[in-house]
């Protein structure tokens, strides 16, 4: 039984490695060697830090066209992503402005004052 779970999981990874390789060829001849949210531009001696994110996050949505698709730096797409598992667990990634504080460490500041 462990074997064909291993060989399962094994052909799911070949399988997905091979997926990514096709989309990110493309993806490189349709878009601009620049990163959409920094604006790096990128070079073959550094092109392996420029990736292909999926706007939708759904890796096995990949049209032709490339509407699915952006090219990022790792920095940036790795940003987008934890952005993401941010707001779906309830933490301020999506959200407008800043987090409201909860807690005022000076609230009683005057009080500790005048006790000196």
């Given at each position: 039984m462990k074997a064909d779970h291993a060989k399962i999981?094994?052909?799911?990874?070949?399988?997905?490695?091979?997926?990514?390789?096709?989309y990110r060829e493309q993806a490189l001849k349709l878009y601009p060697w620049i990163c959409g949210r920094c604006a790096r531009e990128f070079t073959h001696a550094n092109l392996r830090e420029l990736t292909v994110h999926h706007r939708d996050h759904n890796h096995d949505n990949n049209p032709q066209d490339g509407s699915n698709w952006e090219l990022l730096c790792l920095y940036c797409h790795d940003n987008e992503h934890q952005k993401l598992i941010e707001a779906e667990h309830g933490g301020s990634a999506g959200t407008s402005g800043p987090a409201a504080a909860t807690h005022n460490p000076f609230a009683d500041l005057k009080a500790k004052m005048q006790k000196k």
């Open positions: 999981v094994l052909n799911a990874r070949k399988n997905a490695d091979e997926r990514a390789k096709g």
